[in-house]
């Protein structure tokens, strides 16, 4: 991803003629000590997305950063803090914010969820995300200590539930894929029975997509570790540490970006 492209059109959508207040308050050479302060608990994600919007506006300005992401945050604490222009800090201030608020959410979120799974299922990302913004999304569900799934169509073969009735069957598909690509081959069930077919294919993952524990239970029984087992849908954290003692190896939540909240970080001089 262009990660200062996608910067710069943030920029730009918040300021297409310049900051009409900051300009015309404020000379070239006013200067101002702010810092970044945690309103609530929490995990830090895009400290150095943060960063990176002030230097595009320019270079008069120092930032040292006291927590890295990745680590825990407590209400009070001084994430960073910004020292020079006043007119870079007040330009940059909300993309900035914005940017820390949403990815510092995600991994909040994903930290919680995190702790309520036991043993050695990991929790796995999917591609609900808003569109534009999942390097981000991806990158705050691994500072939360969770795991990526693919991150696009293009990186694993996953045939759902369209794809399997659209020819045929999983056998089918399957088949009709697996000479084509050099990736993993996941397949999407809903039954039993559903399982035991792709069980017999030659692909790699099977998600065990809407099931109860006792059918999950039942897969993994049949499996006996032949397959990677990936649960999905309606995977809440009431849910997680049943859910893991199946013996399944991933849980997929989509919630944690599209259902996070954003964490309240704040600015002041």
């Known amino acids: 991803m262009n990660i200062d492209k996608f910067l710069l059109d943030a920029l730009n959508e918040d300021m297409p003629q310049g900051d009409i207040t900051t300009d015309n308050i404020f000379d070239d050479n006013h200067q101002s000590n702010a810092s970044f302060i945690a309103k609530e608990d929490g995990i830090l994600s895009g400290i150095d997305i943060c960063l990176r919007v002030f230097q595009l506006l320019g270079d008069d300005f120092t930032f040292t950063k006291f927590k890295n992401d990745g680590d825990e945050l407590k209400k009070g604490d001084i994430i960073a803090k910004i ?61 939360g200590k969770g795991t990526n799934h693919r991150y696009s169509l293009s990186d694993m073969v996953m045939l759902k539930d369209n794809h399997i009735m659209a020819k045929g069957g999983i056998t089918n598909a399957v088949k009709a894929i697996k000479p084509l690509v050099n990736t993993k081959i996941e397949v999407e069930v809903e039954t039993i029975e559903q399982f035991k077919e792709a069980l017999n294919t030659e692909c790699d993952i099977i998600m065990l997509d809407n099931m109860n524990n006792e059918m999950m239970r039942e897969c993994v029984l049949l499996n006996n570790g032949k397959k990677e087992l990936e649960a999905s849908g309606n995977m809440t954290l009431e849910r997680l ?18 259902s996070f909240k954003a964490l309240d970080i704040s600015l002041k001089f």
């Open 241 to 258: 540490h049943d859910v893991c003692l199946t013996g399944v190896d991933y849980i997929s939540v989509g919630a944690i970006t599209h």
């Open 83 to 143: 020292n020079g222009s006043t007119k870079i800090i007040l330009k940059g201030e909300r993309v900035a914010l914005n940017m820390l608020q949403y990815m510092s959410g995600i991994a909040t979120i994903t930290n919680v969820y995190v702790k309520h799974m036991v043993g050695n299922t990991k929790l796995l990302d999917t591609r609900k995300t808003t569109p534009n913004l999942r390097y981000f999304a991806k990158k705050a569900v691994k500072d």
